[in-house]
């Protein structure tokens, strides 16, 4: 039986046996890779609706059996890269370089924008690794995933990456750095921002006012701007590549992650058990999904673009491994992507493969 078996998915259960007898489990009675054929049809008539707009790519890893959508086109990974830090966090608490339970002290230099309670913290203030993980994954912390990066070292997540998946993913970059490149393609001072300043832009919702506000911030003329807009600086650093990859390539990371090539079994069960708390994008992938499967993912949210990757899995039978799942949409907001991602779950609760 598998490892996770062990973990606490009391919660995740049907909460009567109803709801277990109502559940079909088609793929045990549906003929090989007939799944495969569904979701081709569903997904063509998807797709015109919602041309060019999807990135996906699901693998079983009971079968080896896979389906991709533009799995091999470039995707912005936004805080989905947040998977690989954890991953390089956790091999480095195996190798006993680093303990979950070391403290790391707060700097000046930490702040940025973004999700969770760290920004509300003080400079001089100590927090565990394992508290920094718990809010990267379960908040999208950009605060914690900059300080776990400080702690393990950049490129030694780039290393870890290339590791794991040998192509198809661009260098991954900080979150404080994500924004420096932003602003860059605006003003070259852009990349001066300090973490103070982003936290003052976020406050900023009117993307003409963020334009002045950065101005401000930088003493810039507003006129001189390379650009004449947030929107097309976002556009500008999206075809930069960084933070970027296909989906086929980040399913890699996953599956190694799953299969015990890279963690230990205690360490490979607190990333999932992390994962399964994450509380961002539940109008994404997960509330799609029919009882009683359950999704531990890390969501991704940036101007445009959205992700939702991880394991999908049934806890009433712990002996087949999940199903990988990588999920990218593109050029719209957050909502109307959300939809996206639920009717792509639907169509994937009734396809027969879980």
Request: hydrophobic share 35%; glycine share 6%.
């Amino acid at each position: 039986m598998l490892i996770l078996a062990t973990l606490s998915l009391a919660s995740y259960r049907p909460t009567n046996t109803a709801q277990a007898q109502n559940h079909k489990k088609p793929s045990r009675t549906l003929k090989k890779s007939s799944w495969q054929s569904f979701l081709q049809e569903e997904f063509t008539q998807l797709e015109k609706r919602y041309p060019n707009k999807i990135g996906l790519y699901i693998k079983d890893l009971n079968t080896g059996e896979e389906y991709a959508l533009r799995a091999d086109e470039n995707w912005y990974l936004a805080s989905t890269v947040k998977i690989p830090i954890a991953l390089e966090v956790l091999r480095q608490v195996d190798a006993k370089i680093i303990s979950l339970e070391d403290e790391i002290q707060i700097t000046l230099d930490d702040f940025v924008d973004g999700n969770g309670p760290l920004k509300s913290m003080r400079p001089g203030e100590q927090v565990t690794v394992r508290f920094l993980m718990e809010q990267m994954i379960a908040l999208s912390d950009n605060m914690a995933s900059d300080m776990l990066i400080r702690v393990v070292g950049l490129d030694k997540v780039n290393a870890l990456v290339k590791e794991l998946s040998p192509s198809g993913i661009s260098p991954i970059t900080t979150l404080k750095d994500v924004r420096r490149y932003l602003y860059s393609e605006l003003h070259p001072k852009g990349f001066e921002l300090s973490g103070q300043n982003m936290l003052k832009l976020k406050q900023v919702h009117s993307p003409i006012k963020r334009l002045t506000e950065f101005a401000s911030l930088l003493h810039l003329d507003k006129k001189k701007m390379n650009l004449p807009n947030i929107h097309e600086a976002y556009e500008a650093y999206y075809r930069k590549g960084l933070n970027s990859g296909t989906p086929r390539s980040y399913s890699k990371i996953l599956e190694a992650a799953w299969e015990g090539k890279l963690l230990s079994p205690p360490s490979r069960d607190f990333l999932v058990r992390t994962m399964l708390k994450t509380q961002t994008g539940n109008k994404r992938i997960k509330a799609g999904l029919t009882q009683p499967w359950v999704f531990a993912h890390k969501t991704g949210t940036q101007y445009r673009r959205i992700g939702d990757v991880g394991y999908l899995w049934n806890p009433q039978d712990m002996d087949r491994k999940p199903i990988i799942v990588v999920s990218y949409v593109r050029d719209g907001n957050e909502s109307s992507s959300s939809k996206i991602l639920k009717e792509v779950a639907e169509i994937i609760s009734r396809s027969g493969v879980l």
